[in-house]
């Protein structure tokens, strides 16, 4: 059964293609490759529901010179994940380097 939970993960020293290799491993799922101008190069996963998953560097912008998701600017790759089944939450925590940033839960 899926939740309505809000996770941020980060890790500090993997690349984004391990991570996405990894959470592809561990959750049997296989992520999209994007592009935008806000998110830059990013993968996106969304199921068959509302589990969505987006995993991203945190670059830092030639703008302002701040990192994309300035509330975590040690983290160089961010992973937002909602609505998965409960247990999904429990392996990216497991997840080599993963640091749980956030969880939030919507009743």
Same mark, same amino acid.
Not at 39 to 48: F, I, L, Q, S, T
Not at 60 to 66: N, R
Not at 79 to 100: K, M, N, T, V
């Given at each position: 059964?899926?939740? #309505?939970?809000?996770?941020? /993960?980060?890790?500090?020293?993997?690349?984004?293609?391990?991570? +996405? +290799?990894?959470?592809?491993?561990?959750? !049997?799922?296989?992520?999209? !490759? #994007?592009?935008?101008?806000?998110?830059? %190069? *990013? *993968?996106?996963?969304?199921?068959?529901?509302?589990? %969505?998953?987006?995993?991203?560097?945190?670059?830092?912008?030639?703008?302002?010179?701040?990192?994309?998701?300035? #509330?975590?600017?040690?983290?160089?790759?961010?992973? /937002? !994940? =909602?609505?998965?089944?409960?247990?999904?939450?429990? #392996?990216?925590?497991?997840?080599?380097?993963?640091?749980?940033?956030? =969880?939030?839960?919507? =009743?």
């Amino acid at each position: 059964m899926n939740c #309505r939970r809000y996770d941020e /993960y980060g890790w500090t020293d993997r690349q984004i293609d391990q991570v +996405a +290799a990894d959470i592809g491993d561990v959750l !049997a799922i296989e992520f999209e !490759a #994007r592009n935008s101008l806000y998110r830059g %190069d *990013y *993968y996106r996963w969304h199921g068959p529901g509302e589990e %969505d998953l987006i995993l991203q560097e945190n670059f830092v912008e030639d703008d302002d010179g701040l990192p994309t998701d300035d #509330r975590h600017p040690h983290h160089v790759v961010l992973l /937002y !994940a =909602s609505r998965l089944p409960h247990e999904w939450f429990d #392996r990216l925590a497991a997840i080599p380097g993963a640091e749980r940033l956030a =969880s939030r839960t919507v =009743s």
